[in-house]
């Protein structure tokens, strides 16, 4: 067996290779203590998220209090596709298991919504939101439990039915579920208290608009809070064990189901989550809402971003959100006709997917950190060498 | 483990094998390709279940034994690839592989209380222990695709060990290794079964018989013989199973010289 100390000249070029071979991993950072580096965040877990958490919430209250109320509405619309992307990227990027049928999870929680809300006596928002990733959470158990015994395209089929089929159950019990029309969600107006806040903050008018986007940015900022809590413990650690060696991960004592069954739980939550948000934002929960697109558009972003990284999946929602607006303007000023530069808006995002794959196949965060690695990689040789 | 029977599909695999692994001993399981060793080390995991035949661990029967148990009943297994986590660091690999004694649960971890912190630190410590045995602390922070083979295999030991064992299983732990690491691996060897018995599957003849109290040889899937490693060598049968059957050289010449002459 060969010393640690013999790595040197002679096998430096090895140590530039210190990365993750497999682009799929790429994004993935070590769990919390296994992590060794020094870092300007404290080492406690819950204190060093918080202090992100902390820094993120003054920056979107500052984003969302510089922008416009149209920029307003599109970060709300960001918030609900990064709550689920980043529910997505924890089942795809860290556990492995593919999800065609996040669209019908989001649909569940988006019309579970609009019916508490349309009550003679709505409950609070909270308490909706609760109830509707209770349900969702439901849902992707009897989901997950199927899911956990099939593998790649049989998974990507076995969701895809969920993904074409959930959405049929609004049309046949349309007297319920208001058929293709769908339902109006009672979005909640501002409380008291949201625009004594803005006032304070701002003088910015508290609409409802922008009540919803802080809607939209708080239960964001939570779930990622939650999610990367979850993925820098043992859990994390635990299910990207069980994606990368199924008998390595079972000798070690760990159950593959009940681990698989789990992640997708905690994905369908975000997911249900993600759908509340959605109706509340959108005001309006509708089979056209929730088809096979939503469920590929979500995959999209995560890859585009780094499978497995929640920075990657809010990057890749970013993309999906910002992207088309902005192509349609800039086709517009280039004299093109209305239905010409809305036409544009999907060429140029399957453009920049295909460029993405090529030239960054482990996306935008994985690349990254894949670079900084072998970085790393070369410093530790040149010091080794020298 | 007593008259264990594997059929796959008709084909026997293993019929009435009996190997009783004694507490503190190296137990050494031999045999030519296709002889059902590594179907014999499933079984003894639960990755295959036998068509007959008891295991008995501790003085109780396994009945219907699944792999993820295995480590909590203090019995590790190493696998014939190294079969570590490729999207892992080195020393996470061996975090996973201390499983079973992680105290914190799914809540504390979605909360980031201080308790899941704590735990996973105590892991962590174990883990580098488990490295620094096997003189591979140093590339802690590597992923496992990027080290050379035998340290990946070391590194897939550290995971066994981690677990604390009373029983561990190699399975073919020194293929791909040189002369001097299995020199040293035999060591190891030695040395761990001081804290826990070891059940190994080999080919190298040379550390079989250096490390093992006693030996099993299977040949198509029947135990041929058994006893230590000098009653084994000196055992016809097995000499028969590894080279053929016994070759009586003047016959052979003689057939050999009528041939040529044929021909000439």
Known sequence: MSQPQEKTAASAGEMTSESPVEATTAANAPSGPASARRSLLPGNTLLRHLVILAVCAVGAVALLELTSPFRNSQFAVLAYYAIAAGGLTVLTGLNGQISLGHGALMAVGAYTTALLLGAEEPLPLAVVFLAAVGITLLLGAVVGVAAARLHGPYLAGATLALAVGLPGLALYYDDVLGGEQGLRVQSPRAPEWFQGFIGFVSGNNATTTKWL?????????????????????????????????????????????????????????????????????????????????????????????????????????????????????????????????????????????????????????????????????????????? | MTGISVAFGGVSALSDVSLTVEPGQVHGLIGPNGAGKTTLFNVACGLVRPDEGRIVWNGSELRRLRPSRLTRLGISRTLQGVGLFRGLTVLENVMVGAHRHAKAGFFSALFAVPTSDKDDARLRARAMTALEELDATGYATRYPDSLPYPVQKRVALARALVADPELLLLDEPASGLGEDEMHELGDLIRTLSGRMSVLLVEHHMDLVMRVCDRITVLDSGEQIAAGTPAEVQANPAVTEAYLGDEVDVATDAAALAAADGREG
Do not use: H
Not at chain 1, 238 to 251: C, G, N, P, Q, S
Not at chain 1, 361 to 376: H, Y
């Open chain 1, 213 to 386: 986007a802080y809607v939209g940015v708080i239960c964001l900022l939570l779930t990622f809070f939650l999610l990367a809590n979850l993925a820098r413990s043992r859990v994390g650690r635990t299910w990207r064990a069980v994606r990368d060696e199924e008998v390595a991960a079972e000798l070690a004592g760990i159950d593959l189901g009940a681990w698989r069954v789990l992640a997708f739980v905690v994905s369908a939550a975000c997911a249900g989550l993600a759908g509340a948000v959605l109706g509340v934002v959108i005001r309006l929960a509708a089979p056209s809402g929730f088809t096979i697109v939503l469920s590929i558009a979500l995959l999209t972003a995560i890859v585009i971003g780094g499978l497995g990284s929640l920075l990657g999946a809010l990057l890749g929602s970013a993309l999906l959100v910002f992207l088309p607006p902005f192509v349609t303007n800039l086709g517009a000023d280039l004299g093109l006709n209305n239905t010409e530069a809305a036409q544009l808006a999907p060429f140029i995002y399957g453009v920049v997917l295909i460029i993405v794959m090529i030239a960054a196949p482990a996306g935008f965060v994985g690349t990254i950190r894949l670079r900084w690695l072998q970085a790393r990689g070369k410093r530790a040789a040149r010091t080794a060498q020298g």
